[in-house]
């Protein structure tokens, strides 16, 4: 396997530590805001037409959101 790095110290690239990404941190914290504002819309009834798909949207949303959140600091602690 050849060195990515340009020192030699014998580590891939892929196994270097994530840089910071403003995109990468911020947006699951705005989907899971934007999914429970969604899901509390529709199930209070603000919504246009008041249509239940929103409620499994905006939750599906949420919870998306988390998971991506917590996937990205799992990998920004191993160092991926």
Same mark, same amino acid.
């Given at each position: 396997m050849t060195e990515d790095d340009s020192e030699g110290t014998g580590v891939p690239k892929r196994f270097q +530590? /994530? +840089? @910071?990404n403003p995109l990468r941190d911020v947006l699951? %914290?705005?989907? =899971? %805001?934007? &999914? =429970? @504002?969604?899901? =509390? !819309?529709? =199930?209070?009834? /603000?919504? $246009?037409? !008041? $249509?239940?798909l929103l409620?499994?949207? &905006?939750? &599906? /949303?949420?919870? %998306? &959101?988390v998971a991506v959140f917590v996937i990205n600091r799992w990998q920004g602690k191993r160092g991926l």
């Open positions: +530590k /994530l +840089k @910071f699951p %914290i705005v989907a =899971v %805001i934007v &999914g =429970v @504002f969604m899901a =509390v !819309r529709a =199930v209070a009834g /603000l919504a $246009d037409g !008041r $249509d239940p409620i499994y949207v &905006g939750s &599906g /949303l949420a919870v %998306i &959101g």
